[in-house]
């Protein structure tokens, strides 16, 4: 997600390439939408957001947090109330204050409608279909590819030009001042957003393909440091300490994120084994695990367990080290005690579900799975994952009907549109007509219909 132009040709970038890229998806992104999903990383940033969401009059439950798998520094808020997060921007972060700081400023953006958009295809628009069009955008500008965008403006001839994220310096002025507002009501310090900008301000000297898209979207000037650095002088709150938990929060999100995400040689540097605090066992389980060196992975893990025993995401991490190493039934067990420690958390009931339908021959597994589903779809149904994993529980169950329906969820999920036609249409020739599962089968069809002639497939 790289190359700084000047305002002007930016914007007419973005306007070029929004309605191509945006609004499809390609065979070869499913693989990889750019986008993560993590329990323990999703819940820490929600725990950060929900009192600035709250004091900014938004409904915390209604904005929807992604996580993008991209090494540099961005967060940006698209399509809606949808706040997306890179793992760059976290793994830079040195303090917990720093990533709240950065929450602060895109709800300022989001209290104050900042976002010119569709009224309606980019608020609908998939996250990864989002994802997909911030890195084809990237590479465009980088390789200076001028038929991208040529094509790109033909394609969207039919919807309109219209800009994602492309801040004014007197928008990103608001949302300073909106967000400094919400942390003070909050009694957090804005000290983090400024030591963010001033991160920042060190990128503006690089050459711009060194630079971070944050500065592309987000324009810095002094004026804005200078009113942050003003507030933090003078603010009440500048000094006020972390809710209690952010730190640890912090830490475990950075050792996660390291152990996943960087070589497990530099995960081994910045964790070495004489380094026996919980993030540094934390990170080391995941590097072992990936390298692999099983024994080594279950120690730290072990002794991470047996430190905390209900500890929900060392259970998960436990499942998921066995489920990957082929110790398929042993890992439903942890991944049991994961989801029973965490009852609300659909993203544990997909994993749990995941690894009973992975037990050969189980039924009673097979149907316990199914109704982990059933309730992880219900409660999240943005997770393409728990849907697909729906469809092989209802079709080991015999319900082909009600698998093909999870399959048309799924695939419209990803932006699939000939998948959910077809699985649509064949889970309305199975399902009842009438029931609820045959008109959502019907709505799915209608939609994928729509949209295919809409762009003209």
Sequence with gaps: MPLLLN??????????????????????????????????????????????????????????????????????????????????????????????????????????????????????ATAESIIAFVLGAAAAVVARDGSVAAGAAAAGQSMGLRSLFAYSIGQEERADQAGVGFLDRTNQSARGMLEFFQILEKEEFLLPANQDPYLRTHPLTSSRVEFVAEHVAHAKSSDAPDPPGFDEMHKRMVAKLRGFLLPPGQVMQLYPETDTSLY???????????????????????????????????????????????????????YKKAAALLPKEPLLKVELAASELEVEGDKALAADAMVLLREATRVDATNADGWHELGIAEGRNGNIGNAALALAEEAQLIGDRRGAAMHATRAAQLLPRGSAGWLRADDIRRQSKADRENDGD
């Design 7 to 124: 305002a002007i040709l930016y914007r007419v970038l973005v306007l070029c390439l929004i309605a191509s890229i945006a609004f499809s998806r390609p065979a070869a992104a499913q693989e990889a939408p750019g986008l993560i999903r993590d329990a323990e990383i999703e819940n820490t940033i929600r725990a950060y957001a929900t009192p600035l969401f709250r004091i900014a009059g938004l409904d915390a439950d209604f904005v929807q947090i992604y996580l993008v798998n991209d090494p540099q520094i961005n967060a940006f808020v698209a399509g809606g109330q949808r706040l997306f997060i890179n793992t760059g921007l976290l793994l830079r972060s040195q303090r917990a204050n720093q990533v709240v700081g950065v929450i602060a400023h895109e709800t300022g953006h989001i209290a104050g409608g900042h976002l010119a958009r569709s009224q309606e295809a980019l608020d609908n």
């Design 280 to 334: 540094a066992r934390y990170a080391r389980a995941i590097a072992y695990h990936r390298v692999p060196m099983h024994d080594k992975a279950m120690s730290e893990m072990d002794s991470l367990i047996k430190e905390r025993p209900d500890d929900p995401y060392f259970q998960e991490l436990k499942g998921q080290i066995l489920f990957e190493s082929g110790h398929v039934r042993d890992s439903v067990a942890p």
